[in-house]
T-cell receptor, first 115, second 115 residues
Framework: AQSVTQLGSHVSVSEGALVLLRCNYSSSVPPYLFWYVQYPNQGLQLLLKYTTGATLVKGINGFEAEFKKSETSFHLTKPSAHMSDAAEYFCAVSGRGGGSYIPTFGRGTSLIVHP | EAGVAQSPRYKIIEKRQSVAFWCNPISGHATLYWYQQILGQGPKLLIQFQNNGVVDDSQLPKDRFSAERLKGVDSTLKIQPAKLEDSAVYLC?????????????FGQGTRLTVV
């Protein structure tokens, strides 16, 4: 079975500051990892995903995430926050091989951006 | 290309009443998912269809929830009778195929309030 833990239900940053949203995963098989963003009253939109190959993954809107197997982490970062980044962010995991391929989502982290 | 369409956007019902949600996936997408997202939590998969067949419904409360996908296109999710704890956003998503790294595209969701 796979699961993800998102550390911090809320993260608050100033506009222009570094954004760091934390995600740790648990998986009995090599994982696929995803970050989704959800704006108010909207569905989820894929930001980026890790499948195989390069461990540093670049996504849309200037976000990137690094897969660190030794730390079982897949933290999301953005060098400079923008007001439009304020949203709910979800980390998700699915499993390769014998694991379930249905994404399992974390509880989400709300990103608040102050002017 | 048109996205995943869901209706209604909002629904308020009394407990023990029935309710139905409708989803029209992206044209040509064989895989369709229904997720339940309770406030403050990540989405939880209720049921997955591949064309008009059920792939996974292990987390669907079958005593009160039902879903169908006739002709492998549109889908409806029904709750009968509703309970207070069913208050949530119901998200429909579709993807072009099954698979661990296939992106799922989400609709805007239906927000259900049971009073």
């Amino acid at each position: 079975a796979q699961s993800v833990t998102q550390l911090g239900s809320h993260v608050s940053v100033s506009e222009g500051a570094l954004v760091l949203l934390r995600c740790n995963y648990s998986s009995s098989v090599p994982p696929y990892l995803f970050w989704y963003v959800q704006y108010p009253n909207q569905g989820l939109q894929l930001l980026l995903k890790y499948t195989t190959g390069a461990t540093l993954v670049k996504g849309i809107n200037g976000f990137e995430a690094e897969f660190k197997k030794s730390e079982t982490s897949f933290h999301l970062t953005k060098p400079s926050a923008h007001m439009s980044d304020a949203a709910e962010y979800f980390c998700a995991v699915s499993g390769r091989g014998g694991g379930s391929y249905i994404p399992t989502f974390g509880r989400g982290t709300s990103l608040i951006v102050h002017p | 290309e048109a996205g995943v369409a869901q209706s209604p956007r909002y629904k308020i019902i009394e407990k023990r009443q029935s309710v139905a949600f409708w989803c029209n996936p992206i044209s040509g997408h064989a895989t369709l998912y229904w997720y339940q997202q309770i406030l403050g939590q990540g989405p939880k998969l209720l049921i997955q269809f591949q064309n008009n067949g059920v792939v996974d419904d292990s987390q669907l409360p079958k005593d009160r929830f039902s879903a169908e996908r006739l002709k492998g296109v549109d889908s409806t999710l029904k709750i009968q009778p509703a309970k207070l704890e069913d208050s949530a956003v119901y998200l429909c998503a579709s993807s072009s195929r099954q698979g661990v790294n296939t992106e799922a595209f989400f609709g805007q969701g239906t927000r259900l309030t049971v009073v």
